[in-house]
């Protein structure tokens, strides 16, 4: 029996492109399959145009999200509510290929396969084709787990509007986790790898249309990537599916991927810590990680040096104020560790009238430590800033700002995490809290 397919069209604004990939999903041959259009509140004639096409094909449905749940959160939703056998996540912007879903069924039937996905050609907004992409042609295609997962690690090499997959396998990882904003289909894909067979078709069987406002350009613009993605690569490590033999790879490659998303903060011009999350703070991110590549700290180097502050010696001379709760000491004490050899002296300025509760605060995380740790009173911290030292300032304080201010660059703590918290099924963050990472 010819299986069923349900394709998940999530849709924001996307009027003068979804017409034609609704077309090109219809025009589909030799399958049965269904299109789940889910609006999240669009501002144009979205909605409109997802009804006429409803309104003449019965394969076709529309339904508004009551919120904006972003593109994973309705890709849940669908996934949450199909009966269809396999399942296909695309995108408003994006066309398929004539053959697209017959030929991954017939690869997933031929090799026994449980998710398959493919190049795609690359297209302006007229429809121009300008390039290929990924690039996957190293990738055999068949790979049984967790062979993919080298493949697609520390950089994704999966375009989601690309893939074909069994709807439960989807659902045994929890679908797909909208924690993360920019990541969570590589997420899945990771997990995937770790579990399942896959098939990688080399042919471009999909066009990814790329325009001002295609989300990756938008993630990138927003900066969130630099949150997103070398944290989603860090927390599929924590898989208990993840092979012993892979547990090494954890450090170099988050380190890869966190030079490479900075590299992009960077030209996107998102330079300094009080912008967002900066190119420089995001490569030193990747240089505690890795510590003696010299590459890496050449491109902090750079990076700080361009952001116009003055770059600090390694192993660093470092200055913070002291923190107010327990809370923030561990997070600075986690800071501290974290940079590890990196880090040689720390200055802690504390007002004072409150020395004896700073230290109160502090001895339990350095009263015994080996690191060179001063604290100075002082009314002024900033009288500790001197070109050539690092401060470590929480996250969003008015450190952050001041220091750059005097051009020094600055290594947050208690930064957001999108994985501190569970993700709520209510907002279709997932489909299954049990089967996600928590």
């Not at 009966?83 to 695309?90: E, G, I, S, T």
């Not at 787990?145 to 375009?159: D, E, G, Q, S, Y």
């Not at 790898?193 to 350009?217: F, M, N």
């Not at 092979?243 to 300094?272: K, Q, S, Y």
Request: glycine share 6%.
């Amino acid at each position: 029996m010819t299986p069923t397919i349900c394709v998940a069209l999530p849709v924001y604004n996307g009027a003068d492109f979804m017409g034609e990939a609704i077309e090109s999903i219809l025009a589909q041959e030799g399958v049965e399959l269904t299109v789940r259009i889910r609006d999240n509140g669009s501002t144009d004639d979205s909605v409109a145009v997802a009804e006429r096409y409803a309104a003449e094909d019965p394969r076709v449905s529309v339904a508004v999200n009551e919120e904006n749940v972003f593109y994973f959160g309705s890709l849940n939703r669908v996934l949450a509510e199909t009966n269809a056998d396999l399942y296909v996540p695309f995108a408003h912007d994006d066309v398929m290929q004539l053959g697209n879903l017959a030929t991954k069924v017939e690869a997933l039937e031929r090799h026994g396969a449980a998710w398959a996905h493919s190049r795609a050609f690359h297209i302006d907004e007229h429809g121009t084709v300008n390039g290929y992409s990924p690039d996957i042609s190293d990738i055999p295609e068949v790979l049984d787990p967790p062979a993919l997962f080298t493949k697609i690690a520390p950089h994704n090499r999966v375009w989601p509007q690309s893939v074909l997959a069994r709807t439960d396998i989807l659902r045994e990882v929890g679908g797909f986790d909208a924690r993360s904003l920019y990541a969570g289909d590589w997420l899945t894909w990771l997990r995937l790898s770790l579990r399942h067979r896959v098939v990688t078709l080399q042919e471009p069987l999909i066009a990814y249309r790329v325009h001002s406002e295609s989300g990756h350009l938008q993630s990138n613009r927003s900066g969130y990537n630099g949150r997103d993605v070398p944290a989603t690569l860090d927390h599929v490590f924590r898989d208990p599916a993840m092979p012993v033999e892979l547990a090494p790879l954890r450090d170099p490659m988050v380190a890869a991927i966190a030079a490479a998303t900075a590299h992009n903060l960077h030209r996107d011009g998102i330079r300094r810590v009080s912008d967002g999350w900066a190119a420089y703070m995001t490569v030193g991110k990747a240089l505690v990680r890795q510590p003696a590549d010299n590459g890496l700290r050449g491109l902090y180097y750079s990076m700080v040096g361009e952001s116009r502050l003055t770059a600090p010696g390694i192993p660093f001379d470092a200055v913070t104020t002291a923190p107010g709760s327990a809370e923030d000491a561990s997070a600075l004490a986690a800071a501290v560790e974290e940079l590890g050899a990196l880090l040689e002296r720390l200055a802690i300025a504390v007002p004072p009238d409150r020395v004896d509760d700073a230290m109160a605060l502090l001895e339990p995380h350095f009263g015994e430590t080996a690191l060179d740790v001063a604290v100075i009173p002082t009314d002024d911290a900033q009288e500790l800033y001197r070109p050539g030292r690092l401060v470590i300032a929480r996250w969003g304080s008015a450190d952050v700002a001041n220091a750059e201010g005097a051009g020094l660059p600055v290594h947050p703590y208690a930064m957001p995490d999108p994985f501190g918290r569970p993700p709520d099924p209510e907002k279709w963050e997932t489909v299954d809290l049990s089967a996600n990472l928590i």
